[in-house]
């Protein structure tokens, strides 16, 4: 299930945002870190593109498998 927001989800700043609000649901500090660190370099190493299709598919990808993750460590 996806955090609320993800609908609205529609430039590279706005995906990084909702990224970082994932990772508060995930379970441990050391999880959050890891994956805002990762956040963080998925951001940076994307920052120059510039095609509107590429960057609406890489939004598309990453709350897919930001939802996926969130899946795997938050059931029971």
Not at 16 to 21: K, S
């Amino acid at each position: 299930m996806p955090v609320v927001g993800a609908e609205l989800v529609q430039t590279p700043v706005q995906l990084y945002r909702y990224l970082l609000r994932c990772c508060r649901q995930l379970p441990t500090a050391a999880m959050q870190q890891h994956y805002r660190h990762a956040i963080r370099q998925g951001y940076n190493s994307h920052s120059d593109e510039d095609d509107p299709e590429r960057i609406k598919m890489i939004i598309q990808r990453a709350i897919a498998d930001a939802d996926w993750i969130l899946n795997k460590y938050t059931k029971k």
